[in-house]
């Protein structure tokens, strides 16, 4: 079986640190993270294979602007014959939170022009991973808000985190375990609180109580593969958001 994932963006340097590109992000993300082969044009758009738990998977983004992104999606759908159902497209969500994710199954488009230009050209019944980025609040700003950077503390708090979330679950997509994927990326973007350690009620009230360790401690590990990848993400950021020319 064959996969198509999509990650939805517009080309060029100009655009690569938008949220409107967070899809162009997550798949590179995708790509880095499973060593997948080079990026070639193909279809108008790029385009890198690999291999994802057993999973012959294509990663396409399109280059013919958000709105024309069906085109580059149809081209490829039809010479590698894949059904529309094995089709996850990566986008951008304003009416979700940021940080937050939903995987959706066909539907509407909810005004996405990148949405509705695959189900123009592919029809609907392909899934969709909703990357929220937030709404700011005015329909009138939303224009200027989605071709807007993220904000350097995004980029260094939940923006790494849920690209990283994404790229490591995919597995889970692809066996249609959606709830888990889902749940997954939750819990790494907002991890539970730890808990209270109880005090028994016969110990004296002057006891010392040992502070809760940390599930997952790699401060002290910088050469662990957590640790890599972040500094592998952290370099990815700083290349998307850097100097414009």
């Known amino acids: 079986m064959m996969f198509l994932v999509v990650g939805l963006g517009n080309p060029g340097s100009g655009y690569a640190g938008n949220r409107h590109n967070i899809g162009f992000m997550a798949a590179d993300e995708i790509v880095r993270r499973h060593s997948f082969g080079p990026w070639r044009k193909k ?3 790029q385009l890198a294979e690999g291999t994802i738990a057993g ?12 709105n024309n992104s069906g085109q580059s999606v149809g081209e490829a759908l039809r010479f590698y014959k894949i059904p529309v159902e094995d089709v996850i497209v990566l986008h951008d969500e304003l009416d979700l939170p940021p940080g937050r994710l939903r995987v959706k199954r066909a539907g509407g488009h909810g005004g ?21 980025i937030g709404h700011p609040g005015d329909k009138a700003r939303v224009h200027g808000y989605v071709l807007g950077d993220f904000a350097k503390s995004e ?3 939940w923006l790494m985190t849920l690209l990283d979330a994404v790229a490591r679950e995919m597995p889970r997509l692809f ?6 994927f889902m749940s997954k990326v939750a819990h790494e973007v907002t991890p539970p609180k730890p808990r209270t350690p109880k005090v028994p009620k ?22 662990t593969p957590i640790s890599n990848a972040a500094s592998a993400m952290a370099q990815a950021l700083a290349k998307a958001f850097g100097k414009k020319h």
Not at 56 to 65: G, H, I, S
Not at 175 to 180: E, H, I, K, W
């Open 43 to 45: 279809f108008q758009g």
């Open 55 to 66: 999973h012959k998977v294509l990663v396409l983004k399109p280059e013919t602007f958000m």
């Open 112 to 132: 996405h022009n990148g949405l509705r230009s695959i189900d123009a050209h592919c029809g609907k019944e392909y899934r969709r991973v909703r990357l929220g």
């Open 155 to 157: 980029q260094d708090g």
């Open 175 to 180: 066996a249609d375990d959606d709830s888990g």
């Open 202 to 223: 016969e110990a004296k009230a002057d006891a010392p109580v040992e502070a809760p360790r940390e599930k997952y401690d790699v401060s002290d590990k910088p050469d």
